[in-house]
């Protein structure tokens, strides 16, 4: 059984920042790129950062130089390190593992207050 659980989600001031955490099980992590997406109430879900199995990176324009993605292979974890956040970068956060598949996370919530 395949499951991703996310953390580190709350409530954080604009300017502040959150590290959010994704433990994956149930699949050969290394071999799978990794990211990390957001839905708002209202909109699609987008891509927010994604880390291949070769750790390469890519993020979106809107979160260049204020996140960043990593990976730890030996633990089967991928984070988000989110700094400067902006009241913009509210949302649901998903994580998401895709090879041949994709699997996705619950969800953890991350709310800016003004």
């Known amino acids: 059984q395949v499951q991703l659980v996310e953390s580190g989600g709350g409530l954080v001031q604009p300017g502040g920042s959150l590290r959010l955490s994704c433990v994956v099980s149930?699949?050969?992590?290394?071999?799978?790129?990794m990211g990390w997406y957001r839905q708002a109430p209202g909109t699609q879900r987008e891509l927010v950062a994604v880390?291949?199995?070769?750790?390469?990176?890519n993020y979106a324009d809107s979160v260049k130089g204020r996140f960043t993605i990593s990976r730890a292979n030996a633990k089967n974890t991928v984070d988000l390190q989110m700094n400067s956040l902006k009241p913009e970068d509210s949302a649901v956060y998903f994580c998401?593992?895709?090879?041949?598949?994709?699997?996705w996370g619950q969800g953890t919530q991350v709310t800016g207050s003004s």
């Open positions: 880390i291949t199995s070769g750790d390469a990176t």
């Open positions: 998401n593992a895709q090879r041949y598949n994709g699997y």
């Open positions: 149930g699949i050969f992590f290394s071999i799978y790129d």
